[in-house]
């Protein structure tokens, strides 16, 4: 089944706080794992100081944070080790810079979650700066001077007004002579890949690669693609994303709308995958269509009528599997079962498409109960004329038991046949001519 690669991307402030928000049992109930770069506190108060004197006066970004759904599924079939340390392969490759990764679940445990904070800035020392490899620098043209943290300035910024002096950590290079070579900071400068839209994309793809792969690995039946790769005509329901600090109510409405959504995705999935002639994907695709469109608060309102649809399904499903468990008919029992199994699914077909038709309507018409009173309004319907049917065939076969006895001689209870025939005749449209193919 095809899932939707989620990610939610957010700038940092105070990467330093973070990485300690998301690594700290204290400030976590439900922390699984967090790896070796969560511990290295120096480095990212380092990185918070450099990003912040790189932008003095400034809210400087001082790193990137990544959160990423996990199917529950992983949390019993994948160590959490093993989690952490393919996505911070993955990322680290992609970046070039160093990631903290912590694996979560939240309060209620229902959502298996990862969190990765990344530097946006790489280290300098790892991409071969040292104090050997700066090039010798040229005799300056003129006398230059400098500030405490070596970049050029002049001389109003240098000197003190009153002592005429240098200030602290001031220097003066005089014309002729070279610059001192300072040593290399510790980090370079940001990849600025990391802040556009392109970079989020080709993540998303390489975490949908990562993550099909791991549930292939633990035999789950899932695939993962990036979102812009599922076509708008799918068959399958988009969930609704559930945001921290969503009102109770609203979040049970989600909680239920998701798990309907997930049934009927299993439901069009098994059916698609195994019977895909017995499946009305032209209609599926439509109903997807329309209901993918829908906000969130307006889907809340078709939960019962996509209940009725998985229903449908797989009753579809189940009559096909019947239908394709007898490949050959060897006997008079066998043809009379096969026959049985075709009718079945007949019904079935007719069934889904049914109501299919009638929640297609109901999207299109806006009406949430429309699907459901149009069901059950044909299923009644149908109902009563299978009922009608039965006793009209009943009140046939007793005209007719009757009239063969009238035929035979015997007149007797011929008045209370005839009364069951004309009530019989006047609930049928075609008249019946007595004794005529009987």
């Known amino acids: ?18 990485v300690d928000y998301i690594s700290n049992p204290d400030r976590q109930e439900q922390l699984v794992y967090a790896n070796e770069a969560c511990a290295d506190f120096g480095f990212w ?21 990544l959160i990423i759904p996990l199917p529950n599924e992983f949390s019993k079939k994948i160590p959490p080790d093993s989690i952490a340390d393919a996505f911070q392969n993955l990322l680290e490759q992609e970046t070039r810079t160093k ?58 910024k240098c000197i003190d007004p009153e002592t005429k002096e240098l200030l602290p950590g001031c220097f003066l290079v005089k014309k002729g002579e070279v610059q001192p070579a300072r040593a290399p900071e510790r980090f370079g400068q940001k990849v600025r890949r990391m802040t556009q839209k392109s970079f989020l994309r080709e993540v998303k793809a390489d975490v949908a690669d990562l993550m099909t792969e791991m549930c292939r690995y633990a035999d789950i039946d899932k695939e993962f693609v990036l979102a812009d790769f599922i076509r708008e005509d799918t068959l ?38 195994h019977y895909p002639e017995a499946a009305h ?30 229903k449908a399904l797989q009753m579809q499903f189940a009559a096909a599997r019947a239908a394709a468990a007898r490949p050959k008919v060897s006997s008079v029992a066998d043809f009379a079962s096969r026959y049985r199994e075709k009718s079945s699914l007949d019904a079935a077909d007719h069934n889904l498409n049914r109501v299919l038709r009638y929640f297609r309507a109901a999207i299109e018409d806006d009406d949430k109960g429309a699907a459901r009173r149009y069901y059950e309004m044909t299923a009644k319907r149908e109902r009563d004329d299978r009922e009608e049917a039965q006793g009209a065939g009943l009140l046939q076969r007793r005209c ?38 009987w």
Request: aromatic share 6%; hydrophobic share 30%; proline share 4%.
């Open 99 to 156: 990631w903290a990764i912590a694996l979560h679940w939240n309060k209620t445990k229902q959502s298996y979650h990862l969190h990765a904070v990344g530097s946006e800035n790489p280290e300098a020392r790892e991409n071969g700066v040292t104090p050997e490899s700066i090039k010798a620098r040229k005799p300056l043209k003129r006398d230059t001077y400098f500030d405490a943290d070596g970049k050029r300035s002049v001389k109003q």
């Open 400 to 437: 007719r038991r009757y009239l063969r006895q009238c035929h035979q001689g015997g007149g007797e209870g011929i008045s209370k046949e005839l009364r069951h025939y004309r009530r019989w005749r006047g609930r049928t449209k075609d008249p019946v001519v007595p004794g005529a193919g």
């Open 236 to 273: 399958y329901l988009k969930q609704v994303s559930r945001k921290k600090g969503l009102p109770e109510e609203k979040s049970k409405k989600a909680d239920a709308y998701n798990k309907t959504a997930q049934e009927y995705n299993e439901a069009v999935d098994a059916l698609v995958q």
């Open 281 to 310: 994907t032209d209609e599926l695709e439509q109903i997807a269509q329309l209901m993918n469109r829908k906000s969130a608060a307006d889907r809340d309102g078709f939960v019962g009528a996509v209940r009725e649809i998985t």
């Open 1 to 18: 089944m095809l899932h939707r690669v989620m990610i939610k991307a957010t700038p940092l402030h105070d990467v330093a706080g973070r």
């Open 45 to 65: 108060k380092d990185l918070a100081a450099y990003c912040q004197k790189s932008a003095p006066g400034k809210r400087a970004c001082e790193g990137r944070e």
